[in-house]
Nanobody, 120 residues
Framework: QVQLVESGGGLVQAGGSLRLSCAAS????????MGWFRQAPGKEREFVAG?????SYADSVKGRFTISRDNAKNTVYLQMNSLKPEDTAVYYC????????????????WGQGTQVTVSS
């Protein structure tokens, strides 16, 4: 069982930056692929970024967001730069064994989410 807790969300102006963190419980964190997803009001949850032995990004965030992990701290991060109003959403981290996937249904464990609001 893996428990995930996100933090770092908030309100920021367009062009600003935020760093989200996701702290995981468990002793085998390094064996899990980690993903960040987001869900805006009235929209479906979508893949943002993933990391295991490599990283992957949604086209909409490529070049602006960076995913990283610190296995010693059981934590995955999402550095978000050049934020846009369309980045406003609840951001979730998720975990699965094996390689990174972009489909949310491939993930077994989820955090509770953290709100990111970007004002224009």
């Amino acid at each position: 069982q893996v428990q995930l807790v996100e933090s770092g969300g908030g309100l920021v102006q367009a062009g600003g930056s935020l760093r989200l963190s996701c702290a995981a419980s468990g002793r085998t964190f390094s064996s899990y692929a980690m993903g960040w997803f987001r869900q805006a009001p009235g929209k479906e949850r979508e893949f943002v970024a993933g990391i295991n032995w490599s990283t992957s990004y949604a086209d909409s965030v490529k070049g602006r967001f960076t995913i990283s992990r610190d296995n010693a701290k059981n934590t995955v991060y999402l550095q978000m730069n050049s934020l846009k109003p369309e980045d406003t959403a609840v951001y979730y981290c998720a975990a699965r064994r094996g390689p990174t996937r972009r489909d949310e249904y491939e993930y077994d464990y989820w955090g509770q989410g953290t709100q990111v609001t970007v004002s224009s």
